[in-house]
């Protein structure tokens, strides 16, 4: 009789331990501090790079994406030439805009400097902004803005023949996706833009 009870107690005791281990794990993975996975991005399928010439109604040409529409420009501050390159599929929108300087260093300078007042507005959430210059297969000189952060517009230029034309570009996209999962996209359209640049001619100088 006396062993039986010494058996039950041991299971007892045995059942006792088990259960407060239990609730201590239980207890512990309760206040681990929980790690979020990373966020996936859906797929971005690019189609491979195809041109076509520009509508010939402006008085510059350049050879832009197949998967792009031109669409005038219909804000209130518009000007003839003024056009949007917009890619349907990306929620992409290249805005040009187009000044014919006529021959004056003045215009010339203040177009410049209105391009470089307008790419710096980004600098309060640009991580980086890298200019360079490059010269055209037509002569040209360009300047490239790359941006870099959760900026409206990701890669903006002006190209001139520093005397009768001056084009101006910006990349932007109609959605609120960050910028890191557009990265794809983005470079997309970059190689567009600077097929653009090395297709531009000014109409008057062909």
């Given at each position: ?39 996936g ?10 041109y076509?010439?520009?509508p ?20 209130g ?50 991580y ?25 517009s ?31 996209v ?21």
């Amino acid at each position: 009789m006396l062993l039986l009870k010494k058996n039950n107690i041991t299971k007892l005791a045995k059942l006792q331990v088990w259960l407060w281990l239990g609730l201590a794990a239980a207890v512990a993975a309760c206040s681990a501090e929980y790690t979020p996975k990373p966020k996936g991005y859906n797929r971005i399928d690019l189609p491979p790079a195809a041109y076509q010439p520009l509508p010939d109604q402006h008085p510059y040409t350049f050879e832009y994406s197949k998967y792009a529409k031109i669409r005038p420009d219909s804000s209130g501050i518009a000007q003839p030439h003024w056009i949007n390159i917009i890619y349907p599929s990306l929620g992409a929108n290249v805005q040009l805009t187009y000044k014919s300087i006529g021959h004056s260093d003045k215009m010339l300078n203040d177009l410049i400097e209105d391009s470089r007042k307008l790419t710096s507005k980004h600098q309060i959430k640009a991580y980086s902004i890298e200019e360079s210059e490059i010269k055209t297969p037509a002569g040209d000189i360009a300047s490239v803005f790359e941006l870099t952060g959760e900026v409206p517009s990701q890669f903006q230029f002006y190209v001139t023949d520093s005397t009768e034309h001056f084009l101006r570009g910006a990349l932007y996209f109609k959605t609120a996706t960050a910028n890191d999962s557009l990265a794809p996209v983005i470079e997309y359209v970059k190689k567009d833009i600077v097929h653009l640049l090395n297709t531009l001619e000014w109409k008057d100088k062909q």
